[in-house]
């Protein structure tokens, strides 16, 4: 396995959750990851994405809520979720951005 999510679950409206992502070396090093989002019966969102220096960029449904970061020593990419609300229910993804490297996915539900 490549890519490993986790951290999802339940959560009140206006509560946090914190997702994880581990990446093998060879396809975490140096390269953009992200993390995109998908509801029933609608694409794959990119929420946020992160180079490998830290620059960072947001979907405008997010900024100011969410936070990815990324630890290069241990391989993982993470994705703060704060001030959450209902229609950020999805199943989350990392992915290395532009690749075809994607993580199993880890449920997210915001209950309001």
């Known amino acids: 396995v490549q890519l490993q999510a986790s951290g999802g679950g339940l959560v009140p409206a206006g509560g946090s959750l914190r997702l994880s992502c581990g990446a093998s070396?060879?396809?975490?090093?140096?390269?953009?990851m992200a993390w995109y989002r998908q509801t029933s019966g609608k694409q794959r969102e990119l929420v946020a994405r992160i180079s490998g220096g830290g620059s960072t960029g947001y979907a405008d449904s997010v900024k100011g809520r969410f936070t990815i970061s990324r630890d290069n020593a241990k391989n993982m990419v993470y994705l703060q979720m704060s001030s959450l609300k209902p229609e950020d229910t999805a199943v989350y993804y990392c992915?290395?951005?532009?690749?075809?490297?994607w993580g199993q996915g880890t449920l997210v539900t915001v209950s309001s």
């Open positions: 070396a060879t396809i975490f090093s140096g390269n953009v």
């Open positions: 992915n290395v951005l532009g690749t075809g490297f």
